[in-house]
């Protein structure tokens, strides 16, 4: 697996399949198969893509804690902004299932000593009436800042920051 | 589910749940309850209760994420419980990931005894 990655100098949608068709069967596998690519574009950002299931909400959120904690914030930014992303991703997972292209884009970007995230969905599958709503959201809003629902045809994309007190201290 | 006589333990994607034995019922929840899981741990614990039972309590102590999904899961079990006459508590101590959660929403109430009490 490692050959068939470390040759591929392209992007990460051909990288995944490429991988996909070197490592899975032609014929029909006996089991669900599933690719997690992760591309780090600069130490900055943290660029996540999945289909759209509750089994990849909790991927989802270890992978943005340990990108966090990783670039030394405290234990309560973490868990907080995991909450964040892990009340957002459910929202758009709960709408796709059973859709089985819908896919959820988690991009994290660190701007000085702030953390600015966006969980999108892809495609016009969810009602309107159900984009946002319930006691998730408010959740956010209460652990994040700057909370913005933005909807297009093309899907749904709420964004949210959060300070970071460390960087903060290290910045000053 | 495994059982050691004294206990029954299920395990749901990144939970474990222990079950005591009435007549006081105490769940606890190890680990991530989440979208993928609330139902299931739900259902288990619903599945345990019975109608002569003193009590249930729902430790989340060691459980290490709870959102809104893990929420509805509790709110479900209080519903139920209310049903059934039966009091219900949820430990979870300051500096929790339930705690939080619960306090923020401000389910404590709903939850019955929540059995969370201030630092110092």
New interface residues.
């Given amino acids: 697996m490692a050959a068939t990655v470390a040759a591929a100098r392209d992007d990460v949608d051909a990288r995944v399949d490429r991988l996909v068709r070197t490592l899975v069967p032609a014929e029909r596998p006996a089991d669900d198969v599933a690719v997690l690519a992760v591309a780090r574009h600069t130490d900055a950002s943290l660029h996540i893509e999945l289909p759209a299931t509750?089994?990849h909400?909790?991927p989802i959120?270890a992978m943005v804690g340990r990108w966090l904690e990783a670039r030394g914030a405290t234990p309560d930014e973490v868990?907080d902004v995991?909450?964040a992303v892990?009340?957002l991703v459910?929202n758009v997972?709960?709408h796709a299932y059973p859709m089985v292209d819908g896919r959820v884009v988690v991009n994290v970007v660190l701007d000085g000593d702030t953390v600015c995230v966006d969980v999108s969905d892809t495609g016009s599958w969810r009602p309107p009436q159900d984009r946002g709503g319930?006691?998730?959201l408010?959740?956010v809003r209460?652990?994040v800042e700057d909370v913005d629902v933005a909807t297009t045809a093309a899907g749904t994309t709420v964004r949210f920051t959060r300070g970071l007190d460390a960087l903060r201290t290290v910045a000053s | 589910m495994t059982s050691d006589g004294s206990s029954d333990a299920a395990t749901f994607?990144?939970a474990t749940v222990r079950l005591g034995r009435p007549p006081l019922l105490v769940a606890e929840i190890d680990g991530?309850i989440?979208?993928?899981n609330a139902h299931d741990i739900e259902r288990f614990v619903a599945d345990a209760c019975r109608q002569d039972m003193d009590r249930l309590e729902i430790d989340l102590t060691a459980t290490t994420?709870l959102?809104?999904?893990g929420?509805?899961a509790l709110v479900g079990l209080a519903e139920r419980l209310d049903a059934m006459r039966v009091p219900i508590s949820v430990v979870a101590p300051p500096g929790t990931?339930a705690h939080?959660?619960i306090e923020?929403?401000g389910l404590v109430r709903r939850l019955g005894r929540v059995d969370m009490p201030s630092p110092g």
């Fill in positions: 509750p089994v909400a909790s959120r868990a995991a909450l892990g009340e459910s997972a709960v319930g006691r998730g408010g959740i209460a652990v | 994607g990144s991530e989440d979208i993928a994420y959102d809104s999904a929420l509805a990931a939080r959660v923020i929403t």
